[in-house]
């Protein structure tokens, strides 16, 4: 079976501040670090560092070739990344000296995808093989559309939330991966609701779907109609947490499709994206097979 992402590749620029600028404020960076992410680029490379046979499909513009130059020694194919004319995908993110980061998201090119070049990579693939699809794209209620039309497992991380996602044809996808932001906004239940009660919303919400919510240093939870399982994460310093949800995301899609059972996939997984908050970038700090398994 395939995994093929349809997602972001985005030019990562990176400001490590003292704290996350507030409204009115201008603060100094202590440096500027220009690197490769976007949560469909994050996926992908670490779906493949996991051992998945892994298609990337996207848009990146003029100044985005050196990202498939990054994509490459993590064995992910490219072939379905269309080159246009205006700039590729852009992150301004603000890194804390905690860790945490606040982005600014700039499509570019990611918002130029049509419902025409959708059709055409999905026609490639078939039932059993997964998309996994996120919110940085345009065109994404057609990708659900003509995945499901192909019997292709979709796996929905609703990220960067946004109300539209509400109207996206949901009822098509058979995996949420939300986290703490996404899971309450998803259930339309307050930001502080615990995560077991997110859990039950959801899964009386979308039955018979898989729910995954991840919940930092405590770990993911699953839920599928009354089932329950937990993954744990693994204690570290936190450095960066920049694209862990992509690497927890890439790490369980692989170790599904490698026939690991779910409570393997989620503590894999977990361990994958706390190695990744241990170090800086996105791409950068996605771990290797060996480190994981
Ligand atoms: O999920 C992390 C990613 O989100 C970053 O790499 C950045 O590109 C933003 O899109």
Redesign the pocket.
Known sequence: MKLLIYG?L?I?LIYPVDHIVIPGETIKAAALEKSA???GA?QAAAAANAGAEVFLAGRIGNDGGFLLSLLKPFGVNTEYVAAGKGST?Q?L?QLDKNGQNA?V?YAGENGQITAEETETVIADFGKGDIISLQN?LTQIPEMMKAAAKRGMVICCNP?PWDEKIRGYPLELVDIFIVNEIEGPALAELPQQTPAAKVLDALTKRFPGKEIILTAGSEGAYYGRDQAREKGNAVKVEVVDT??A??TFTGYYLAARLGNYSVPDALNIACKAASIAVSRKG??AAIPGKAEVF
Do not use: F, Q, R
């Open positions: 972001a985005n990562d992410g976007g949560k994050n995908g992150a993110i982005i998201y940085e990220s920049t694209g949800g992509d996105a791409l």
